[in-house]
């Protein structure tokens, strides 16, 4: 056997050594010759035809910037999903606790708060997304100004409720 009809070694490395790419396996299809068919590529073209609709086009980022990215969407919808079950539970629980005003507007709050939180997570996502295929700058966070304020804005009932609460 002459050296190029061997594949390059990958042995050690996992890598392709110099001189091109490593042969597919036997019995697999690689897209060309007389095996390739058009509906194998459909899934793929289907998806960048998506992707390009939906993110803006641009180029594809670094997989950990985009898992990163992901991991943060997935704390705010965490983050939402507490307020929501907050709500939930200050309507449920509090009966003797709060007035009936009281414990109707803070379970509102909270789950409003939960609302924005959820929908503006996925909106937050998908510019961080765009921004990082066009190589832009980050937009700023919308979603934390407004979590902040509507915390601060439960925690103000709260505090008014327990000042002229009666001992």
């Known amino acids: 056997m002459t050296a190029h009809e061997e594949g390059p070694d990958t042995s050690s490395t996992g890598r392709e050594a110099p001189g091109g790419p490593a042969p597919a396996p036997a019995g697999t299809d690689t897209g060309t010759g007389p095996r390739a068919t058009p509906a194998a590529d459909e ?3 289907s ?7 939906a993110l803006g086009g641009g180029t594809e980022p670094d997989p950990r910037f985009t898992l990163a990215n992901e991991r943060t969407f997935l704390a705010w919808i ?7 079950a907050g709500g939930i539970a200050v309507e449920a629980f509090t009966l003797e606790l709060f007035t009936p005003e009281v414990r109707k507007t803070v379970a509102v709050l909270l789950l409003l708060l ?11 996502w998908l510019n961080v997304e765009r921004a ?8 700023l966070p919308l979603i934390a100004p407004i979590l902040a304020a509507g915390g601060a804005l439960v925690a103000a009932v709260l505090i008014v409720f327990v000042i002229w609460r009666p001992a």
Do not use: E
Request: proline letters at 8%; hydrophobic letters at 40%.
């Open 132 to 139: 990082m295929r066009r190589q832009a700058p980050l937009p």
């Open 78 to 84: 965490r983050t939402s999903l507490a307020m929501v």
């Open 114 to 124: 939960g609302l924005v939180t959820g929908g503006g997570s996925f909106f937050r």
């Open 47 to 53: 998806r960048r035809r998506i992707s390009a609709w």
């Open 43 to 45: 899934p793929d073209r």
